[in-house]
């Protein structure tokens, strides 16, 4: 339970990093490259396709994910004064969309892998 509840905090974590992240970007030849964005789908990815091994495929890739999900919905809420932390443009959908899918689809891959952990033998390669 402890395990899980980590879990969750590292979902939120990364959810708080990936807000700092993903609105950096560079201007090459006038094209505008939002590699903050690319690079926090990225780390969400990996975090939650990592938070599977310690606690078990479903249970640790859907409490990160579940920490993450939540976090999101929650700072992107609408306000009077405009918006909070998450910005309503392209890059703030694309955080928010494709962070889901992102996180789907780590949470899907984890679930269909072969379990690894203690007394379980790690599949041959």
């Known amino acids: 339970m402890l395990l899980r509840a980590g879990l969750v905090l590292l979902g939120v974590l990364l959810a708080l990093l990936c807000l700092i992240a993903y609105r950096q970007a560079w201007y090459v ?57 998450l910005a309503a443009d392209v890059r703030g959908y694309g955080l928010l969309l494709g962070g889901m899918l992102v996180v789907t689809a780590a949470v899907v891959r984890a679930i269909g892998a072969p379990a690894v952990g203690p007394g379980r033998t790690p599949p041959r390669l």
């Open 29 to 85: 030849a006038g094209v505008l490259l939002p590699w903050g964005l690319a690079l926090a789908l990225l780390a969400t990815y990996a975090t939650v396709r990592a938070a599977a091994y310690p606690d078990g495929p479903a249970a640790g890739a859907m409490a990160c994910g579940a920490g993450w999900v939540v976090t999101m919905i929650v700072l992107f809420r609408p306000r009077d004064e405009g918006d909070y932390l």
